[in-house]
């Protein structure tokens, strides 16, 4: 069995088993945020100061840090995988928020039209052309830091594409003729956008989906990194990147490994997702 899963990986074309590596990071992670620290080699809270600072590879009474250590004598590895949780959930939140009420508030626009069409577009135009990072920090700045707080601001720096997909998309769906079949046997509105608009846009919402979540989790790691983030004992990677900072000349694997967690799992979800789109797209299908 073993040997024919092999040659299965081994005939993978290069684009195949980088989208199978992404996958597979990806679960990883998501096995990682679930569990919590039991995939941790060590204890991320557990301190020594007799092993901090050490590079990686050092092997410490408590085992090899195969990341080095911080500046408290905390396992790297350790800390990592313990960070993906905050990570992972609050931006899936954060992402499902915005799905939600985008999607909602885009539907029910390209189903009327009109003005309210209209104002939906001016009001998104107003916040894409608004740097959005300054409104979530001034936001959360004046508020306490809370973990619905961020999620709430994240997702308001994620609806608008949702919306305006949904608005472009719903727009096309209401001219087919069966939508006006439906109109004729009186069916509600909420009976159209749910049960005939919803099932033919959903495709592209989910490829939407997995870029915005890439998105919210470079929000979320910035946020932390100016010290808004989640407000809680567990670390962060943009936390752990800004407590690195001070280290950076003399212990650059403070700063390298948390980068690069979050370079390759925004790499890996968008790669997740060019490969969903073409799966869903209509024109790569028959190819």
């Not at 410490?60 to 995988?81: A, E």
């Not at 939508?179 to 846009?201: C, D, F, K, S, Y």
């Amino acid at each position: 069995m073993m040997a024919a899963v092999m040659r299965r990986f081994t005939s993978l074309s290069a684009s195949q088993l980088i989208v199978a590596l992404a996958a597979a990071g990806l679960l990883l992670l998501a096995f990682a945020a679930l569990t919590g620290d039991m995939l941790a080699p060590m204890d991320p809270a557990r301190q020594s100061l007799r092993a901090r600072l050490m590079p990686p590879g050092f092997e410490g009474p408590r085992g090899v840090h195969w990341l080095g250590t911080d500046s408290v004598g905390r396992d790297i590895l350790s800390l990592i995988v313990a960070g993906a949780r905050p990570a992972i959930l609050v931006s899936g939140l954060s992402v499902g928020l915005a799905a939600l009420f985008g999607v909602m508030l885009g539907m029910f626009a390209g189903y009327r039209g009109g003005r309210m069409g209209g104002f939906l577009l001016y009001v998104t135009n107003i916040q894409l052309a608004f740097p959005f990072f300054l409104l979530a920090v001034t936001i959360v700045g004046i508020m306490r830091p809370s973990v619905a707080l961020v999620v709430f601001v994240i997702a308001l720096g994620c609806w608008v594409p949702f919306a305006r997909i949904s608005y472009a998309e719903t727009m096309q769906v209401v001219e087919q003729e069966y939508i006006e079949a439906v109109r004729v046997m009186r069916g509600t509105t909420v009976r159209i956008l749910l049960r005939h608009v919803l099932p033919n846009i959903l495709p592209n919402i989910l490829v939407l989906a997995t870029f915005a979540l890439g998105t919210a989790i470079v929000m979320e790691s910035g946020l932390s990194f100016v010290g808004l983030g989640v407000p809680t004992k567990a670390p962060t990677w943009g936390r752990m990147l800004a407590e690195g900072r001070d280290y950076i000349s003399t212990a650059w694997w403070l700063t390298l490994y948390p980068g690069l967690a979050i370079f390759l799992l925004v790499l890996s979800i968008n790669i997740c997702g060019e490969r969903l789109r073409d799966i869903t797209d209509p024109k790569q299908a028959g190819r």
